[in-house]
Nanobody, 116 residues
């Protein structure tokens, strides 16, 4: 069993920044992919950014240049640095991982609200 502990959500003004973190724990945890999805009210869950075991990252096209995903491998932790936030970035952000055992896990979600 894998647990994903998320932190860093909150309320920020437009143009501001937030950093989300997600720490994975579990016996013999090893991932193929790890990163973040988000879901805005009334919308489908969508990918934000993912990193694979080789350190390669992918981003939603609309977020390139504003969001940066990084990892601390030894700590099984990923960070999502979000800059120049817009009201349309308001959503619940979910940490996600696909393990090397082909199992998917989700965090409980953390709310990000961008509002003046």
């Amino acid at each position: 069993q894998v647990q994903l502990a998320e932190s860093g959500g909150g309320v920020v003004q437009p143009g501001g920044s937030l950093t989300l973190s997600c720490a994975a724990s579990g016996r013999s945890f090893s991932f193929n992919r790890m990163g973040w999805y988000r879901q805005a009210p009334g919308q489908q869950r969508e990918v934000v950014a993912l990193i694979n075991s080789n350190g390669n990252t992918i981003y939603a096209d609309s977020l390139k240049g504003r969001f940066t995903l990084s990892r601390v491998r030894d700590k099984n932790t990923v960070y999502l640095q979000m800059n120049s936030l817009k009201p349309e970035d308001t959503a619940v952000y979910y940490c996600y991982t696909a393990t090397t055992r082909n199992q998917d896990y989700w965090g409980h979600g953390t709310q990000v609200t961008v509002s003046s």
